[in-house]
């Protein structure tokens, strides 16, 4: 079976993940952060309550409702997690 797969990239890197776990007035957020040489500066956000995850950099934050698709949130959501997400991504 493994001859049958055409691999894409299969590559392995040191990275730094930073847990954090806040109480918003909206929700509670429990993050996965971590940091990649792999996204060109962007950080990987996982939500470990719900699984999803999105690759973030600062232009990211800034477009109009991505943070609310990415991670299925409400736009007061949305803005708790991006006011924290702004002290972490550069």
Same mark, same amino acid.
């Given at each position: 079976? =493994?001859? *049958? %797969?055409?691999? %894409?990239?299969?590559?392995? @890197?040191?990275?730094?993940? !930073?847990?954090v776990s806040f109480m918003g007035e909206a929700t509670r957020f429990d993050? =996965? #952060?971590?940091?990649? &040489? +792999? ?6 956000? #996982? &939500?470990?309550? &719900?699984? !999803?995850? =999105? #690759? #973030?950099?600062? *232009? *990211?934050?800034?477009? @109009?409702?991505y943070l609310e698709y990415a991670f299925n949130l409400n736009d007061k959501?949305? @803005? @708790? %997690? +991006?006011?924290? %997400? ?5």
């Amino acid at each position: 079976m =493994a001859n *049958d %797969l055409f691999f %894409l990239y299969d590559e392995t @890197e040191e990275t730094k993940t !930073r847990f954090v776990s806040f109480m918003g007035e909206a929700t509670r957020f429990d993050l =996965a #952060i971590t940091t990649t &040489n +792999r996204f060109y500066g962007k950080k990987l956000v #996982i &939500n470990i309550q &719900n699984g !999803r995850s =999105a #690759i #973030i950099g600062d *232009d *990211d934050l800034k477009e @109009e409702g991505y943070l609310e698709y990415a991670f299925n949130l409400n736009d007061k959501e949305a @803005e @708790e %997690l +991006r006011s924290f %997400l702004h002290t972490v991504i550069p």
